[in-house]
Nanobody
Framework: VQLVESGGGLVQSGGSLRLSCSAS????????MTWARQDPDKEVEWVAN???????WYADVAKGRFTISRDNTKNMVYLQMNSLKPKATGTYFC????????RGQGTQVTVSS
């Protein structure tokens, strides 16, 4: 299993970022995928989840501003983040469903005020 996240960066409050996750080594199209975040010394916080049948679920922090999507032809999962706020700052990673042990190295998102 390999998951590689990209797309993070520094953005001003109110800005947008699109995170990407490239997946390999498992049956991607049959797998639910999750975007989550983790700050140093804090627990993992899930952000959005997309099922194999394209049903999506969002944590309260993401509702109305973030959109998770997937492209099974490319083994990719995305997280479009709009109207970003400074509290969204953190390391974002993707994982197979809620299996945090499958996570990639993550991508840093920093939102400046």
């Amino acid at each position: 299993v390999q998951l590689v996240e990209s797309g993070g960066g520094l953005v001003q409050s109110g800005g947008s970022l699109r995170l990407s996750c490239s997946a390999s080594g498992f049956a991607f199209s049959n797998s639910a995928m999750t975007w989550a975040r983790q700050d140093p010394d804090k627990e993992v916080e899930w952000v959005a989840n997309i099922q194999s049948d394209l049903r999506v679920w969002y944590a309260d922090v993401a509702k109305g501003r973030f959109t998770i999507s997937r492209d099974n032809t490319k083994n990719m999962v995305y997280l479009q983040m709009n109207s970003l706020k400074p509290k969204a700052t953190g390391t974002y990673f993707c994982a197979i469903d809620f299996r945090w042990g499958s996570r990639g190295q993550g991508t840093q998102v920093t939102v400046s005020s």
